[in-house]
């Protein structure tokens, strides 16, 4: 399953998993624009809490690079 940040109608963004890529039809109902997809759940976090209005977070590279390595957590 892949890691994506979703957008969420008041704003706020949700770190999710889903098998397949998230698109209007199965998706927009829940989000309003979706990041991704992540390699990491660290970099999927670091874009979730500090990717809005950042200009050195503009996509899921800069995410993943950026995002401290001492804060990957086994999501299970």
Known sequence: MKLYVGILKNGMRSV???PVEPIQATHGWI??????PFRTLRGARFMADHGRNNPHVQ????AERLAPRDSEVCCG
């Open 31 to 36: 989000y309003t624009a979706v990041i991704g």
């Open 59 to 62: 996509c899921v590279e800069d």
């Open 16 to 18: 999710f998993r889903d």
